[in-house]
């Protein structure tokens, strides 16, 4: 009698896999290449290899084998070397594959507890820093708070710095400081920086449309008599603006540049235009594994950054509750309470509807947009209205 065979199932290490309901995606971290499949037997298998018990490989009998759908999808596996099927008679024993399945419900306590548990850990989470001042700041206790941070910190000034008197003794204290310092202001509020403060600074200048010519020209004039890097910032909130934007780059010539969506309450067409997410926008963003885990453990946008308000007010995101105050509490105080209690480090994509979608791990984090816009998936995937 013939010997019919059956096959051991395994799926690479370095294929990130989800399923979700009865849709499954499979994703190649090495190419960016995907598989995905609806069909009730390939979701079976593949529940199969995630078994704790079957250390990342399952049985295929050969009915399993020879059905159609299983057999197609095995040969697009192999084909983008994702997975593999061996003869079971071939191998002495069961293989075993490691997966790279990250049980994110388990671990993020534990990932709280261990990384964020030393105030000296907590520290080295920091690395960006927002100051917004004006002439309310106390430009002196706010250089006492910054002297009890990590040297190696991302500095945005953000304000009018023509409305900050003595903003100079804060850029003398920063330009100690080898890192970037960024001053992020509006072009109607540019002002020349003294050569000596011209240390790893450089401008993020905000321009919103349509533009005070007087002011512009004023802005363009400053900005070319000094020699610091600037980025444009354009604020568009309609397709308008995006043309009005760009003839401005081009008239002036602007390499370094991005248009910033501004969600006004009334132009949410616009926003399911140009900033909704297709599934190709989804699927054509590089992911490596650690991005993958990255994603499910912190949020990308606002981890390991704080703003300071003039008064002295903390906040790892505006939109957030307050953490502390620089006048009552240290650092450490703050960063704790963020980690403990706060909503912003920690906000992954982990609510509905996004919790129920194949894609939730490669969307980007949840932004300031859906907080925004009030809604918590910005895609034209899952839509809810
Ligand atoms: S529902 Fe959420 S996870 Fe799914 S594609 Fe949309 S935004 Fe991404």
Redesign the pocket.
Known sequence: MKNIPDYWFTIEPYVFMDIKNKHALLYNTLDGATIESTHDDIIGILRETLQEENCGVALLTNEQYQQREVNRFICELREKFMGDVIEVSLSNAKPVQILPFYNYSKEQELYKKNNFSSYKNILEKLFEISLHIDATTNITELIHFLATLPKNLTFNIVGNLEKVPNYGELFSYLDHCSSPKNLLCSYKNVIALQPIFENNFSYQISVSIPIDVERWNHAMETLLSQTLPVEFVFEVSSEDDIQQSERLIEQYQIDKYKLKPIYTGNNIRFFKEEVF?S?ED?LSTPMTMKDFFARQAVNLYDFGKITILPNGDVYANLNHPLLGNIYTNNIHEILHKEVEEGKSWLRV?DQA??S?????W??PSPSNYEIAIGR????H??MTE
């Open positions: 997410l599934k989804i994509r509807p996004c129920d979608c194949v894609y939730q490669i969307c918590s998936n910005l895609c995937i899952k």
